[in-house]
Every structure is written in C-alpha cells, then in structure tokens.
C-alpha cells in the first residue's frame, strides 16, 4: 500500500464536449469513489480534432454540475486570468460554492493559449503583464473573501482598483474555496504560490522537474515564513489504463497516442504499472493525481481504476 494518494478526474471539454457529456463522467466519478471532477478552462480545442459540438464554460458547467452532483468536490486546472474580472469571478465562484454547498475549489493561470484570445476576441498582453494582473486578481479575489460581513474592501491595483466593496456574496468555505496555482515558471510562480495557494499543481511534469520545481515553492514559503507543510502538493497526469496489453493500446489509439509514449510521459498501462507510477510520484511528496481523461465517452476507464489502482492508494 502507498501512502494516501488522492485521484482526482480532470477533462479537456475545449477538445469537443457537451454539458451531458460532462455530467456523466462527473457522476460516474462521484459513484465510484474518485474525489472531485475538474476541468480545463479553455475555449479553443488544441491539435487536429474539430472540436465538435465546440466549448463549454467552465464556471457555466460548474455551476450544473453543483446541482446536478452531491458529494464531489468541482474546479478548474486552471481558470485563465485573462477570461474574468477578479471581482465578478469572487463572485461567480462564491455563488457556486453555495450552489454546490461548499464544494468548490479554484485553480487559477495567467492564460497563455494566444490562438484562443484572438478566436474569441479576448485581449491578451505580455507574458510580464499577465503575471502583474493575476497577482493583482489573487488579491482581489481573496481579500473580498475575506473581508468580513458589514466591512468594505478597497484595493489600490494598477489594473484593478477596487473601491468600498461591500465584498459579498460569501463563499460557502471560509476563508473561501481552495486556491490552486501551478506552472514551471521558476521566480513568479513559487512566489505567487507560497503567498496565495492551498494547492501547488503541476500538469504533465516529469519526476525530475517536479521535485525541483516543488523544492523552489518550498524555498518561497520558507522566504516568507509559511509553513510548507500547510500546502496539497499535486501533479496531473493523462491516463491511459487497460487490463493488458491490448487494451492500453485500444485506449492510446482512441486519443491519438502511442502506448510507448503514454508510459513515459503519462499515467499509463496496467493497473500494476500506473500504481508503480503513482508510487514514484508519492515519492517526490505528490499527495494528489488529477488523472487526465481525454475519451469522455469511455467510462469503463474510470471504473477500471477505481477497482483495480484505487484499493491499493
């Protein structure tokens, strides 16, 4: 047995996907023991697929899904800074905190997808810039937050200035949802993450680069005085599981993938070989795996893990 390892669903629905097609894989997670369902916030697909019927929004889909799910936890790996206002997003997030009784959790980026800005007219400055304004956001979102009930909040930004807010609605989970932060960005980001995160997340990093990249937040939190242990330190990983052989193949070809390369770069194999690889992850100090499932429609994914790699977390 490892030492307890969270397994999370994370989706990609910018790759083509409708709400009920989310709903199901939400409920089919939250039947078979996963804890919590993510996902994606972009509205462009990315590679060859038509992304046919098109994107769905992900606070929109959240919001569903709050009342259409009961008990697991609903985010964002990672909502883009550039997509929302911090103070209508405090807002949108807090009202879906209570919409799903304080089951919600936000991950938040800068935004770097250029091509999906310009598709939906979306401005999109400067890598430095948008660092500047998600920082800005971090503390708009958490200090109206936290503000208490009957006080103001104000906030001199440069991009956002907020003046006598009266901070509300609450969120259901105070001092509100989880904040999520992530990326290998080797000074902003760490920084960013030992001042505002709950969760540090990285998505598709090796072993390698993410010990060093975990080791650099750790160094952040100690700059100032946070204690790391306070921090979920998670990975995401695709999945690809099949009872043998055979079936990792099937599943590899059903998202263009090659087995070989899935073992690599992934989650993926047999259940025996995934839990090895959760195991190496366990070893690095990753106490959460967003598994990154990219055939919406194959469900019998999700309970071959949930039977064959859960039990043995």
């Avoid at 807002?91 to 959790?105: F, H, K, N, W, Y």
């Avoid at 948008?130 to 708009?140: G, N, T």
């Avoid at 509100?176 to 992530?182: K, R, V």
């Avoid at 939190?221 to 946070?226: H, K, L, S, Y």
Wanted: with cysteine; aromatic share 8%; net charge negative.
């Amino acid at each position: 047995m490892l030492d307890h390892m969270e397994l999370r669903i994370f989706t990609e629905p910018q790759q083509g996907a409708t709400y009920d097609d989310l709903l199901a894989v939400a409920r089919r997670a939250e039947e078979t023991g996963y804890d919590a369902f993510f996902r994606s916030d972009h509205y462009l697909r990315m590679g060859s697929v038509s992304g046919q019927p098109g994107p769905t929004d992900a606070w929109t889909t959240l919001a569903g899904l709050a009342r259409d799910t009961r008990t697991i936890r609903l985010g964002t790996l990672m909502s883009a800074a550039t997509f929302r206002l911090p103070g209508p997003l405090a807002i949108t997030v807090a009202q879906v905190d209570q919409m799903s009784g304080g089951r919600v959790e936000l991950g938040i980026g800068t935004g770097w997808y250029a091509e999906e800005h310009e598709a939906y007219g979306i401005p999109f400055p400067s890598l430095g810039e948008r660092f500047d304004r998600l920082e800005e956001q971090l503390a708009v979102i958490t200090g109206l937050w936290r503000t208490p009930v009957g006080e103001n909040f104000d906030f001199a930004g440069r991009y956002y200035p907020v003046t006598g807010s009266p901070a509300l609605p609450k969120p259901v989970q105070q001092p509100g949802p989880p904040i999520l932060l992530g990326g290998m960005g080797p000074r902003r980001t760490p920084r960013l993450a030992a001042r505002y995160a709950d969760e540090f997340n990285l998505p598709f990093a090796s072993l390698a680069d993410s010990a060093a990249q975990f080791e650099r937040v750790r160094a952040a939190c100690a700059a100032i005085d946070r204690d790391p242990a306070e921090l979920m330190w998670s990975n995401a990983l695709v999945l690809c599981c099949g009872r043998d052989d055979a079936e990792v193949a099937r599943r590899a070809a059903a998202i263009g993938r090659e087995p070989a390369e899935l073992r690599e770069n992934g989650l993926a194999g047999t259940p025996a070989e995934v839990v090895d690889t959760i195991g190496r992850y366990a070893g690095i100090g990753s106490r959460r795996l967003y598994l990154q499932v990219l055939d919406l429609a194959d469900l019998d994914h999700l309970d071959l893990v949930a039977t064959e790699v859960m039990p043995q977390l």
